[in-house]
Every structure is written in C-alpha cells, then in structure tokens.
DNA sequence: AATTAGCACTCAACTATTGACAATGCTAAA
DNA sequence: TTTAGCATTGTCAATAGTTGAGTGCTAATT
C-alpha cells in the first residue's frame, strides 16, 4: 500500500497524463504536492520501481504504467456523477414507454459516445443457450413468407425468406407444426442437427416438395442462429483521434478488429459489477481501454461497453456506465 | 485522339502504375515498346501536356492523372473475364434457390471482395418512393408483437415492439385495420404525417388505449422507415492496406465515411451501365475509386459497388461487376 | 521528320552532426 | 527527510552533405 503523497502524487500523475498526453515532468507536479522537484524525482523513482509509473525514454517524465492506471482506477478514482443536463437527455430516452428495451439502451449509449467522444458497443448476448420455443411463419406474399423463431429467453428473430413457386402454404404449415411439435426445447444450436437427422427422415410422409421446403428451413435457420450481428456500435472512430493513435498501421489494426465479428462477440462480458480492461487487457491494441458490464432484465442479457484509449477519463466513464446499468436495470 | 504508340504507352504506364505504386520512368518502359528512354521521354511530356500524366516531383517519374485513369478507362482497358473457379464460386451462391435475392446479392458481393481484397458494398434503393401496401401484426408474446411493414415494390420491414400492458391485442388489430383502410397507398415518407393528422383525430371513436397505441405504431413507423441501414459492406478495410493510405489521418478520414450513413446512401447509382468514379469523383478520398452498379430484379432496385484505390485493377473489377450485375438481373 | 545519345540539372531520401532543451539520477548540504 | 546543484541522457529540430533515379534539352544520327 502507498502512503498518502504517493497516493496523491500517482493521481496527479494519471489524471494530468489523461489531460495532456504528455510524459509528465517532476518540475510541473511539485506546485500540487508543497515541495520540490527534487523530492517528487525520489518519489517518482519509487514509484517507477514498484512498477506503477513508466518512462518513455531516460530523460524523459512519467506516464502511467498498465499497473499504475490499474491501481489508479481500483484505490485512487472516484467515479463521477453525472451533470444534470446529462441525466435529462438520457431519461428523456430512458422514460420513453413505446421503446423496446434494447432500442432504449442502444440509443442511450449512442447518446454515451456522443458526450463522452469515445465508443459505444451494445452486444446481445449469444443465443446459443436460448432453447427453441416457437416458430411461427407468416405468409406475406405469392413468393414470400416471414419466419419467426422465438426462444425461451424471449429471442425473437425473423428472416423473409423466397418460396419457389411449387411450394405451397399448406406444406410449410405443415412443416412448421413438425418442427413445433418435435423441436422445441432444443438448444438453438443443435436445431438444425435435429432438423437434419430427426426431421428430415420423416417429412416424406407428410410432405410433397419435401427438398425444397426442407432446404427452405434449413438455410433461414443456420441465418438466423448463425447471426452474430447482435451489435451495436456507436462512434466507432470517435476515439481513433487521440493522438496516441498516429500511426496509419496502428488505426487499421484497430478498425479490422473492431470490424471482426469474433473479436467483438469475445467483448462479451461474463463477470458482475463494471469491469475495466486496461490495454492488452483490452485484446484489441495496447492502447486501448475497454469499460465494460453485463446488464440483465428478466432473463435477456447483454453487454453494454465503452471503447476509447487507455488514458481514457476513467471517472467519467465508469460513472456514466454505473447510471445506465442502474436505470435498465430496473 | 492519340496515336498508336501513345496509346500503348498510356496503358503500359497506368498498368504498371497500379501494380507497383511507384511512378514509372522512362528507362523502365523502352523495353516494352522497343525504343529509347529519350523517345518515351518525349512522349511522357507531351502526355503530361495534354493532362493525363503527372509528376510528383520535377525529376519524378510519371503517375497518371484522373484524366489519365479516365482516358484507360474508357480507351484502353478491356474488363477481364473471371476465371473458371471465380464463376464456380459465384454460382453455387446465385443458384441456391432458397436465398431471397438481396442475401444472394450479399454474399456474391462478400465473394468479390475477398476475390479482390477491395470494399464491396450493396445498397438497397430507399423505400422513399415506395407506397404502403399493408400492415400487419403477429402477436408474439404477452408483452411483444411484430409489425410487418409490405410496400408496393415488395420491400418488407419488421420490427418487434413491446406493448404496454394495458393494451389489448384486440385493440391493436382494430388499429391496424385502420391503417389498411387509410393509409394504403400513401407514400412510406409520408405515413407518419398522415398517421398523425388523419387517423390520431378519429381513433378515440374506436381505440380506449389511444394515446398508448398510436404511439406505438408512430414510433414503429418511424424506426422502419428512417432506417437508412439498408446497406451492407464486406471487407470494409481490405482496401486501406494499400500504400497511399499511410498516413493515420488519411485512414481515419476514410473510415468516417464508410461509417457515415449520409455518404453511404449518398452513393446510390442512378445511371444505367457500370460507372466509374475516380478520385475526387468517388466524394471518399482523391486516391478513392468506386465502381458502381445500378441492377433492376422485378422492380426491386439497388446499387452494387466496390470502392478501392484509384490505382485500382480496373479490368478485373469492371468484368466482375458486368457478371454479377448480368446474372441477378437474369 | 523521327529517334537517340549525352549531359547538366533537380529533387527526394538518406545519413550525419549539431545545439537547445527537458528531464533525470545522484551527491552532499540543510 | 528534504532540497539544491550539477553532470548526464535522450529527444527534437535544424542543417548540411551525398547519392541516385529521373528529367529536359540539344545536337547528332537515321
């Protein structure tokens, strides 16, 4: 544990690096602490030490190390409150009754990234624990029908999907009460497995043009579960223009990763409470800093995510995601 | 027009240009059209004079300029047929007859761009000028519907919505039988507009929940038809590795764009045949290219379009987009 | 009239070299 | 324990010199 000056010292330190992106010089601290350059070079020096401050070359001033934004964010930071005029914009948001849950959270993290300039990721949790609980299929047109699959979680996904002409209605409602009889309860992920070796065997009984509407429902299945695209982001190269990010190697590395389907859904947040991962932490560039929480309401679970650079204002973050997941939470 | 050799000489330098990424010199050339350096040289001048070569330097080699690029373009450049695996490859997407069409046109268009590491995108015509045919209504659970938007040129939106728990199912279809009995056939633009000012005045004779319910159905209106989403990229960095982005700002600045749904949109082609914009034309970037189609499939409109370098292989990307535009509308 | 050889010239790109500067670490005194 | 002082270190920006690829132009050649 740190005394109290190097408590202070490591805050002054962080959040003046958080400010200016500039190595911080012993000289432009000691005005803060009430003594000289020189006592805050020692206490600089322990601090490097213990591995909390780092230098970007001999001569130059500190900068946070990993370990130091770690301790910086665990001991040192409170998180802010809110502004007044921010709390009305996103209850205007919040409070509006004829939104659906998640249209609500998106758009106020939307909002999020807009005040904070960083980024904003909303990610539906994975479906792949969700159980089949209904199909259902509406006739739309002579050559178009709409699937619905909803889940025991209150997924609900749907696809239009094309019919060739020697099908018949008759036929895919027979194949949908199959597969509402037979399927449900199985994991969305083993839906086609059944489809395939307990459906299939069997549709001819019942079924004319059986390939086809077999084939039908495969293919809007696999679409449908297969989907990862349960995302949002909002502000994606907000962040990018921090000075931290000038090489044009270093930006497209980034966006390719936040292009990556598997590294968002990776974003996914397990754990309780808000979790902060500090640049490799992050696992999208040294850089970068990813706030994260999981939200859940009456069964549907999600993540909701800031993005922004590892001197990121960590008060103002933390505090924004703490009001949002209070306010959909309950 | 130019002469023979010169023509020659325009291709020679443009294609090499496109490869290397280098200016080309006059040495470098000779071989090739069996003269001397000093002989291209004087070539090289007089193409320059006429503007469809540049320098970057006084003692640079010469780069084509938009006018050059132009000038290969409708001149001097044939589209290159697709190889044997690439039509493979593209066909056993096109022919699964159980895609809807725009999914078909997505994963060709996906194909293309990993074929040649381009952006593709494909953009859905906007439904502004589409009328409303019908609506619908699936009851999904307790506290959730689907809205089913079908407009006269076949375009379906849905959404989910949550509904309140003090409106009644019942009293949703008497809405929705509103709807259809007044609104069918105004323009999709316009349905919120009438919605407000022709069906809220009377709806308090049929509906208790009024207020709660017309709500619902304008807030649902206005989500399915301002979605600008309509569009979908692939590879949407792929392009960016190329050497003239090197610089951070450059990148981001691009990357902006290709987020910003007013430049998406912006890029619908409205010209018949296969265009071609380049450089500042593109309204990316001066060393942007696209290539854009416009396709037509029983009155469905939208626009394909691969955006790459203005050093980009013209006749590989031309054929392709010939094919695909050929097959679709077939 | 078209082509070419030859030469002077230009500019980007690279490599040192330098001085100013902003920090540091360390020592010795307060 | 703190501080003043000083040698030391590495960055940054400016300057200068070198090289090489490429040009334009002129005069000779075909």
Known sequence: MLGKRQNEMLKIIVEEYIKTAKPVGSKSICDNLNCSSATVRNEMAYLEDIGYLEKTHTSSGRVPSELGYRYYVDNLMKPKELTGEEVLTL??????????????ITKSMEIISELTNYTSLVLGSSISDNRL???EVVPISD???????????????NKTIAI??????????KMVEL?????????????????????????????????????????AFNEMTSKKDNYHFSGKTNF????????????????????????ISSIEETGSGINVYIGDESKIDSDVTIIKTK??????EGTIAIIGPKRMKYDKVIGMLEYIKGEIEK
């Open 133 to 135: 609980k209904k199909v």
């Open 295 to 300: 939200y859940v309401v009456d069964g549907e």
């Open 179 to 219: 597969i509402n009889n037979l399927l449900v309860g199985t994991l969305i992920d083993e839906v086609n497995k059944k489809l395939e070796f307990e459906i299939k065997p069997i549709i001819g009984k019942y079924i004319k043009q059986q390939e086809a509407i077999y084939n039908m429902f495969y293919n």
């Open 143 to 157: 050559n178009s029908v709409i699937a619905i699959i909803i889940t025991d979680k209150g997924h609900i996904e």
């Open 164 to 173: 060739n002409e020697n099908i018949s209605v008759e036929e895919i409602r």
């Open 240 to 263: 990018l223009k921090a000075p931290e990010f000038d090489s044009a190697d270093k930006v497209r590395s980034i966006v390719d990763k936040l292009e990556d389907k598997e590294v």
């Open 91 to 104: 209850q205007t948001i919040l409070s509006n009754q004829s939104l659906e849950l998640s249209d609500a």
